[in-house]
């Protein structure tokens, strides 16, 4: 079977510093595939090379076997933080896609109103992002993302500026909505119990340069609930992944702290 | 769904804001009076300055002279004569400053030659006080409406330009990637993304401009004309008339404070996100 979306053999340089090496990735139909690695691994690059505004040396992307060279509506972006446009409400800002791709009609209104509803967002349409909580404009960010219906949804550390509580919550969240859709997810964390905690499989990246070191299958039921925090498994496999990039989080932290001094 | 994932309600938050109103208002209200109590109170001292201490009018003019002077002028219609002419040097100037500011500003923004031919004359004439050349500009274009409209120009233009540039500038990295994910064009990334971000900017500029282009009016119309506020301002120091004199300051004052207010609406109206949530 053709997998949804397709990184094959990627690799890249600024200069001398390699920033990914040979990275392949099959993200299965429906399949929740979430990527982990230290600061220093190539993550936005990669992101970026997916996204096609980046082009990488080798390899290529594919979205259902073909290969995409350029930023299309086939594949949806969430990202990090406060990348919603201060300046348009939230109704204006989850249709901003649409409206670019040209696709704004009855049809996709009426689905996205679904979506915000979906989100949990209903009534807050007239709201402009700094009337939202950090929580609130992260569900802003998935609704714009899925309004365009892509067949992939890219997902670059979407909770990682949100608190704690407000990032459980979120998660909890986003299992519910990816549980009716069952959309095909890539979501990029370095919050190793989060990867485990919402993904089928966790791929661990390597630094310096940017490859792959494990692939990890997470063989938890669905739906899941907190409580799967707790389960001795979700332990387990949170452990298994932490081994696997304990050095390299060493390695980058002394990096930091080298630069700051 | 966990219930403390449950978003609060568009009427909760609402309420939420209106009992913040209400607060604001309270103290808002106490500001406004201590405003008004410190102009007054002001007035008041000039006055008493002007009838008891100095009771010289060749020196100072009591707020009460000035306003029979306004009224005077006014009921003559030369009021009317010298801000219609100073208003139309103004707002001509103002125009032309705001649309080629923008357009210059555009340019050096976005091309690197541009930026390399303009920027480093832009930089330059921001730095000379032009207002100094003014008398040169009367010289070369004459006492008509139009030497004026220059100076206006040269004055306003800079803080235009420079804004603009910074706007286009300053947008947000992020915001441009996302919306290139999108899938959005160079075109499409303008419109949507650079120009609106460059709005609050472009606004601040013209309410610098504003603030120069009044100054400009009046300094030029000093050098050399046949009418407007900075003539009735010169004429009535060349005869010591100084309730005439104070009379065409507080005109030029209040008409300052008047444009700014306007900027601050349009401000309001053009950038509701800047402002949502407050008590309007």
């Not at chain 1, 992307?61 to 990090?80: C, L, S, Y």
């Not at chain 2, 209200?29 to 300055?49: V, Y």
């Not at chain 2, 930026?115 to 008398?135: E, K, M």
């Not at chain 2, 030497?147 to 603009?164: A, D, E």
Request: glycine share 8%; aromatic share 8%; hydrophobic share 50%.
């Amino acid at each position: 079977m053709t997998p949804k979306l397709e990184v094959r053999d990627i690799s890249k340089s600024f200069g001398t510093l390699e920033v990914l090496r040979g990275i392949s990735i099959d993200v299965a139909d429906h399949e929740f595939l979430a990527i982990v690695g230290p600061s220093g691994c190539g993550k936005t690059t990669l992101l970026r090379t997916i996204a096609g505004i980046e082009t990488s040396d080798t390899g290529s992307i594919r979205v259902d076997g073909k290969q995409v060279t350029k930023p299309g509506a086939d594949r949806g972006f969430v990202f990090q933080q406060d990348c919603l446009f201060p300046w348009r409400t939230v109704w204006e800002n989850t249709i901003f896609g649409l409206e670019i791709n040209g696709k704004v009609s009855a049809e996709t209104t009426a689905r996205t109103r679904q979506l915000l509803q979906l989100v949990g967002l209903t009534g807050f349409e007239k709201y402009y992002p700094t009337q939202l909580s950090g929580g609130m404009r992260q569900r802003v960010n998935l609704a714009r993302a899925l309004a365009i219906n892509p067949e992939v949804l890219i997902m670059d550390e979407p909770f990682s500026a949100l608190d704690a509580q407000t990032r459980e919550v979120m998660q909890l969240e986003l299992t519910r909505i990816w549980q009716q859709g069952r959309k095909t997810v890539l979501f990029i964390t370095h919050q190793i119990d989060e990867a485990v905690f919402l993904a089928d499989r966790v791929v661990v990246l390597g630094r310096r340069p940017g490859r792959i070191k494990e692939v990890v299958p997470i063989d938890l039921p669905r739906p899941r609930g907190l409580a799967v925090k707790r389960d001795p498994r979700f332990v387990t496999y949170v452990d298994r992944v932490w081994n696997l990039i304990e050095n390299d989080v060493r390695d980058s932290v002394r990096e930091d702290a080298t630069v700051a001094s | 769904m966990a219930d403390a994932s449950k978003p609060v309600t568009a009427d909760e938050t609402q309420a939420d804001d209106a009992a913040r109103g209400r607060l604001a208002k309270g103290g808002k209200r106490r500001l406004s009076f201590a405003s008004a109590a410190s102009i007054l109170g002001g007035l008041l001292l000039w006055e008493l300055a002007g009838r008891f201490l100095v009771r010289n009018s060749l020196f100072l003019a009591t707020p009460t002279q000035i306003v029979e002077e306004i009224v005077k002028l006014a009921a003559s219609g030369e009021l009317q004569l010298h801000m219609w002419t100073s208003g139309q040097e103004f707002f001509i100037g103002l125009a032309i400053a705001i649309v080629l500011g923008i357009a210059v500003g555009f340019i050096t923004a976005s091309s690197r030659l541009g930026d390399r031919t303009l920027g480093p004359w832009v930089t330059a004439l921001y730095a000379t006080p032009t207002i100094a050349i003014s008398p040169l500009i009367i010289l070369w274009t004459g006492i008509g409406i139009w030497s004026k409209v220059i100076v206006v120009v040269i004055n306003s233009i800079f803080p235009m330009i420079i804004n603009t540039d910074a706007g286009l500038r300053a947008t947000d990295k992020h915001l441009l990637d996302a919306a290139r994910c999108f899938g959005a064009s160079r075109w499409q990334l303008f419109w949507k993304v650079s120009l609106p971000a460059a709005i609050p900017f472009v606004l601040a500029g013209i309410r610098l401009a504003v603030g120069r282009g009044l100054v400009a009016v009046v300094v030029a119309e000093l050098f050399g004309a046949r009418a407007g506020l900075g003539y009735l301002l010169i004429q009535a120091s060349e005869v010591f008339n100084m309730p005439r004199l104070f009379a065409a300051v507080v005109i030029l004052a209040v008409t300052g404070i008047v444009l700014t207010w306007l900027v601050g609406r349009a401000e309001r109206i053009l950038l509701p996100w800047r402002f949502a949530g407050d008590d309007r």
